[in-house]
């Protein structure tokens, strides 16, 4: 059974931190993994990414704070977030693109939601 799990979001205090974790499993090869948001009443954006080759990318408005890393012996994908803005407030989603049991996939995780508030 494939699946994607995103923990450890929760509420903080503006300049506060948070690490996301994402975890998959079934999955026999990845090579997309991404961290996206949805705010309130906005659009799912995507945040960070990395690919099979390691290369991350990262929207501007995240440079600099956010560092998304990955640990291939747990299949897991982490976002640590620092400097947190009241504006970063969201469900954070993970997506992984890969082969699994039935061939390709691209599949999310239900999302850890991120709020931060004074």
């Known amino acids: 059974q494939v699946r994607v799990v995103e923990s450890g979001g929760g509420l903080v205090q503006p300049g506060g931190s948070l690490r996301l974790s994402c975890a998959h499993s079934g999955i026999f090869y990845v090579y997309f993994m991404a961290w996206h948001r949805q705010a309130p009443g906005k659009a799912r954006e995507l945040v960070a990414s990395v690919s099979s080759g390691d290369n991350i990318d990262y929207i501007d408005s995240v440079k600099g704070r956010f560092t998304l890393s990955r640990d291939n012996a747990k299949n897991t994908v982490y976002l640590q977030m620092n400097s947190l803005k009241p504006e970063d407030t969201a469900i954070y989603y993970c997506?992984?693109?890969?082969?699994?049991?039935?061939?390709?996939?691209?599949?999310w995780g239900q999302g850890t939601r991120v709020n931060v508030t004074s």
């Open positions: 997506n992984v693109k890969g082969v699994g049991p039935s061939g390709g996939l691209d599949q």
